[in-house]
């Protein structure tokens, strides 16, 4: 079973633009962390969230976590079209248990 | 190249077949985890080894086995395959077994039944 739900499923942008992608989680957790799957190839890790964090930077990604609302969002400014991808977040459990729950994914199109 | 290595990348076989997926580890991770990732189910955990043991199960079917060797390599095999099986297998491997830090994924092994 999935423990997280990315919304939108699918997000088309022209390039330069803000993109957003929301993940709502339904238990506990320890971190939060979003990856990247370019099609048919593996995850890439993006960044972790710990629990106690509210936002975090890297690059030009921005993640923010409400653990109140079990929700996060990833924000990535200036879109390029190497930014086309799937976006998964996913979830440990609230003892950081061994072993990530990933959402359904957002799939991002950028367009030239 | 993520570092962790995962063999073949593509496999093709028939119901009722049996097979072996292999995955090494980064260097210096002692953990390895196995997805399977289909259309409609999405990214599922399998299972999880740490420094050669058992140390979660997930939806892994009984029809399906792993190990973690001493030298950290791990093995998944699928057997009596159903077209159901279907789908894109990956390992990843961390550095610690409590989970702080991100997952280093293979690229894949992508099996089809027919």
């Known amino acids: 079973s999935q423990q997280g739900e990315e919304d939108p499923q699918a997000l088309s942008i022209q390039e330069g633009e803000n993109a957003t992608m929301n993940c709502s989680y339904k238990t506990s957790i320890n971190n939060l962390q979003w990856y990247r799957q370019n099609s048919g190839r593996g995850l890439v890790h993006l960044i972790l969230?710990?629990?106690?964090?509210r936002e975090k930077h890297s690059g030009r990604l921005r993640v923010t976590l409400d653990t109140s609302k079990k929700s996060s969002s990833l924000l990535i400014t200036a879109s390029r079209a190497a930014d086309t991808a799937s976006y998964f977040c996913a979830t440990d459990g609230s003892f950081g248990n061994e072993k990530l729950t990933f959402g359904t994914g957002t799939r991002l199109t950028i367009i030239p | 190249d993520s570092g962790v290595t995962q063999t073949p990348k593509h496999l093709i076989t028939a119901t009722g077949q049996r097979v072996t997926l292999r995955c090494s580890p980064r260097?210096?991770?002692?953990?390895v985890y196995w997805y399977q990732q289909s259309l409609d189910q999405g990214l599922q955990f399998l299972i999880h080894y740490y420094n050669g043991e058992e140390r979660a199960k997930g939806n892994i079917l009984e029809r399906f086995s792993a190990q973690q060797f001493p030298d950290l390599h791990s093995e998944l095999n699928l057997s009596s395959l159903e077209l159901g099986d279907s789908a894109l297998y990956f390992c990843?491997?961390?550095?610690?077994?409590?989970?702080?830090?991100?997952?280093?994924f293979g690229s894949g092994t992508r099996l089809t039944v027919v």
């Open positions: 969230i710990r629990s106690n964090e």
């Open positions: 990843a491997s961390s550095l610690a077994d409590r989970l702080n830090y991100g997952y280093t």
């Open positions: 260097s210096g991770d002692l953990s």
